[in-house]
Structure formats: C-alpha cells, structure tokens
C-alpha cells in the first residue's frame, strides 16, 4: 500500500497535520491505535488555550468554523498574582487585538479535527492500528501493521509504504524510539490537577493565575459562569485534592484563589495528569518527523503545550506543500528547514515556562521578595508588557 507520509497518532497534533494536506497531492495514511471517545453529554476537564496563532491554522485547515461556538469561550484578559504583592495584567484591549486565546475543550476538538480528517479525500485512516516495525531505508519507509491476528481487535496486518513518516503518537512516541531519537526528560514532581466547576459570580472572560507556595493555579473561563481549573502542584498535594470530597474540594479551590469568583459548584470530577519537560535535539531524521508531545512538552502554567503541537503541525505542512512536484515529501533540505522554523519557539518557551516554574518554587522571603518585584516592574512596563502578549499570540 503505497503512500506519500505516513502519520502515526491521530491526537491533536497528527490529525491537524493530515487535515493540512487536504487538496494536495500528497495521499496520507493515518495509524491511530483508538478513535475518539464519542461525544459526552457534559463538560470535558481537558482544556486548552488556543492562540490566535494556532487558532489561525485551525482556520486554514477548515476544523475552526465547525466547532459549537457555544463551547468557545474568548479570553479578554489575564490576572496574575504572586504569592506576594506581585501582579500582572494582560488585556486583549490594551494589545489592540480581539482576544487573547480561545478556551476550548480537548474532546470537542478532537472529534471535530477527526471529522475534518474524515471528510478528505486523499487520507486513508487505519484505525484501531498499531505499528509493529518500521524500517527507513535511502528511498522510501515501510511501516508494518500489527496483523489482526496478533492483537485479537485489530483488522490490519498490511505494510505501509511512503516516502516519509511523521511520528504524531505522543510523549511516549513509538515512532521515535523506533528512530532511536534521543528524548531528554525532566520530571518536575508534579501533577496537573484538572477540574470544571460553576461559580456564583460572572468571570467576565478573565483567566486568572496565581503562583502559590503550593504550585501554580490557573481558572480559565468556560461559557456562562463556569469555569476550568488546572492545578499545577506538588504529587502528594495533588493526591490529597484528589481525594477531598467535592465540597471539600470547592472550597479548597475558591479559598486558593482568594473566592474572586464566590463559591463553587462541581461541574466534573478532578482527574490528573503527570508533569515533565520533555527535549528531543534532533525532531528530523532521515525520511522521519516528529510533530506535537512526540517532540516536546512543557509544563502547562505558560498554556502552550497545544499551540506548540499546531505550530508544528502548521510548519511541517508548509515546507511540504513548497516542494516542487519533482522532490518527493521525505526532502531532507524541507525537513530541515521544518527543524529550524520549529527550534527556536519551542526551546524559548520551554526555557522560560522552566525558569518560571524554578523561580517560583523557593519559600525564601528574599526570593519572593525579588520575583513580585519582577511582575510588578512587568506590570509597570506597557513596552514590555505588550512585546509578551505580541509573543504569546504567535
Ligand atoms: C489526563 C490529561 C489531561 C491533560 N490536560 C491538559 C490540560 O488541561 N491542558 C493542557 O494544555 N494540556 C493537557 N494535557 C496535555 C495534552 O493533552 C497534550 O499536550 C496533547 O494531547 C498533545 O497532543 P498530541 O497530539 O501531540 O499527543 P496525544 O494527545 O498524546 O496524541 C497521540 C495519539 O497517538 C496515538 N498513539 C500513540 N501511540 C500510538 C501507536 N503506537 N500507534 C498508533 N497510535 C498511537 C494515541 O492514541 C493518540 O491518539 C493533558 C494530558 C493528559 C494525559
């Protein structure tokens, strides 16, 4: 079976890429080891900030207009407060722009980004498959499909051909291990706490953050008074939320965040996800990509883990599509100049989400002395102030 890119992983990051191909003459199989869940009745606790950048690409590649906008909800400003006196405040207004991001929830934009995906004619999915080898010789990849056999569920036992492979498949990524493609992994000791509730008070599209002695907090608006929390804090700290009782839990929560928004009710049960900052040196090989988690991830409080994964999507698409008809899309010279537009974004944010999740972990009074100062001063610099938000909006 013979195609043009073979994309393993249909999350987020590899089915925004397959749908940025549509119109193309790149034919593209898609590997994805599960569908997505269907449609829940309720909220999903998975949420993203999506840039105006990312926002952007997700125009172009016609998933955006198909989304509910009942379920977006604008970001007009931020707040965020140190565990001092410290205060920063971004707003859509000052910076000249209609809004700062879009919150949106993970599973409504993985289905719709799997519709989209669905709808184009030259994307063959595979799915449920796993891979079960992958050889990269000077021409082309083969990748072989476990046989249905083998796993008990699965239908496919066919080989792909292509002229390159992108590996979409997460923080774990098989494709890259496969490529011996060195991961360098940070554990930070933390997990995010992620939960939905209703508040007593209108957010009026603020996010709110606060670095607190036991981990960064972030509220983002959801539609109507609602909102979605992630929690940014210690394992056992994040333990112990986990096993409050729901009202146990509101109140801990509206108390960490000084009940700026009156008192909370439960929209969704707090889950929990494990977090690291993850470096690949090298996300190109040859005939081989690496797109989203399988090439990167940072520590959410600076929201961008996502915008990355699309940025990426966004890139690797472009230098594919300049190719002239005469270069076959496992070009060396496009994939790196993949590596290089993606390099200095990613490594900026990474560092800097780093930086500031190390500044503010210390409890020394001269340290928080120091960093409260440096958001005040911040705050005090429209300059500066608009040169982040520029930044941020991609
Ligand atoms: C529980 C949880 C909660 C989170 N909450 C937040 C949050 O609130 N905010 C935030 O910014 N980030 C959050 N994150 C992180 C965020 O979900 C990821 O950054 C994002 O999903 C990365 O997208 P991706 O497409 O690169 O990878 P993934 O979403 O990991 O997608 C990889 C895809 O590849 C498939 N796959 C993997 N291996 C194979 C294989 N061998 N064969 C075939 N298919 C394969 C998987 O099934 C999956 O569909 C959370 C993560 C978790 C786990």
Redesign the pocket.
Known sequence: MRFDIII?????????LAAAFKGSRYRIAL????A?APAPSGWD?????VSPAAQGFLQEIGAWPHLDPDRLTPVYDMDIRGDADGRLNFSAYDSGVDQLAWIVE?GLM?RELWETVKRQGNITLFC????QQLDIRADAVSLRLVPASASGVLTSGETLEAALVVG????????RAQAGLQADTLLYGEM?V?ANFECAQPHHNTAFQWFRPDGVLAWLPLPGQRI?V?WSTPEAHARELLGLDAEGLCRRIAAAGANRLGALTPLTPP????LRMMRTPRIVAKRLAL?????H?IH?LS????NL?FL?ARELSRALLELPEYRDCGDERALRRYARARAEEVALLQWTTHGLQRLFRPQHPAFSALRNLGLNLTDNLPVVRNMLVRYALG
């Open positions: 393993v992983g249909a999350g987020l990051a590899g089915a925004s590997v994805e080891g599960r997505p606790s998975r949420i993203y900030a993970s993985q449920p498959a796993q891979p979409a498949d997460g923080a774990d990524s098989w494709v995010g992620v979605s992630v889950t929990a996800f494990p797109v989203g988690d399988a090439a991830a959410p929201g961008h883990g996502i994964g990426d």
